[in-house]
């Protein structure tokens, strides 16, 4: 009877909590000169990056896909050592009084170290097939 007492009291409190939204179009320039300036250059930074990706390997296929792998490359990067962290604290933190999680963060660890080797040498592997046996 109290848990439906106080389920119905916060079901209350938040109907006589909501207010009206109304839009307005009163701020139409979301970006300023100098952000709208700097977004313009990372573009053309990008374009000029695919291009030259696309001039080393002479052809727009094999630039695009050379140019993903270096950025699944440099981002991967963070992205295992978080990964890498997050198993080694259920391994060493947390599972030290359950041996079910410590099992769980060692294949975590495994399984971002397989991700972060991947992810390092399929570039260098691409590039020398591409480079290599296709000349």
Known sequence: MKKLCFIVCFIMVLFFSIGTVYANNVQTNILSEEQTGELVEIKKKAEKELADYNELYGNEAYGMTAYILNKVRI????????????????????????????DKGFLVSIA??????????????????????RN
């Open 75 to 102: 981002y991967s990067i963070p992205f295992c050592f978080i990964g890498i962290a997050v198993g080694a604290i259920y391994q060493y933190v947390i599972g030290i009084r359950k041996l079910d999680v410590r």
């Open 112 to 133: 971002f170290v397989t991700i972060a080797v991947i992810c390092q040498v399929l570039p260098l592997i691409f590039a020398i097939v591409v480079k290599g046996w």
